[in-house]
């Protein structure tokens, strides 16, 4: 991912946003000199929880997945997680000297990637606690008493799954929104992106305000 100096996005600006987030796509080098592969999954994102008091992830994936093969060959995995996006017609961005139909358009987003060593745990009971806090994160309605290995009604279903701890090793974060621009273009795009309304476009333009 290319990250200009104008679009880096600091620890105190991913951090909040990671946080509000639970949906990412994993992808592992694939085995054999295979294509990588990408696996669209919740996860849960722990500051300060991995073994050496970094920052880790929990997730767990069902047992006939391709993405075992993967990981098992070479740990170093990415996590990516993409969100606030929207497409910038370039009628928007010209500047006032150039006509409009002339400006270029662009792709406004926020990203970051979360470079992890896994860790697979088959452990009947390590898996049951790392349910227990995606249950927490996921369905706190739910989550009343521990899953117990071997009991009903989830542990005897954990042999169907595998559970990644990812240790986070290294963060690449992009907020990609025209910050080296003008305010009057700022204002311009949010305005487009007001009146476009969007599924997204809302929270877009909400990212543009400036002062």
């Not at 994993?26 to 970094?54: C, Q, R």
């Not at 701890?165 to 025209?178: C, G, I, M, Q």
């Not at 305010?183 to 795009?189: E, H, N």
Request: glycine share 6%.
């Amino acid at each position: 991912m290319l990250i200009h100096p104008w679009d880096l996005a600091d620890e105190k600006t991913w951090r909040p946003w990671l946080a509000a987030r639970d949906f990412g796509t994993l992808a592992a080098n694939g085995p054999d000199g295979e294509p990588p592969i990408l696996v669209p999954t919740h996860f849960l994102f722990a500051e300060g929880a991995a073994t050496d008091g970094g920052d880790e992830v929990v997730l767990h994936l069902a047992r006939p997945n391709p993405f075992w093969a993967a990981v098992e060959a070479d740990p170093r995995v990415t996590l990516a997680v993409t969100d606030d996006y929207a497409f910038i017609p370039g009628t928007w961005r010209a500047a006032a000297d150039v006509a409009p139909e002339h400006g270029v358009p662009t792709s406004y987003y926020a990203s970051v990637h979360l470079l992890c060593t896994a860790t697979v745990v088959d452990d009947p009971a390590e898996k049951a606690a790392l349910m227990d806090r995606q249950y927490a994160r996921f369905q706190p309605d739910s989550a009343h008493e521990p899953i117990v290995p071997g009991q009903a009604p989830f542990g005897k279903m954990l042999s169907a799954i595998r559970f990644l701890r990812l240790r986070v090793d290294e963060v690449r974060a992009k907020a990609k929104y025209d910050d080296h621009k003008d305010d009057a273009l700022a204002a311009r795009v949010r305005t487009g992106l007001t009146e476009r309304a969007r599924p997204l476009d809302a929270v877009v333009a909400d990212r543009l305000r400036r002062g």
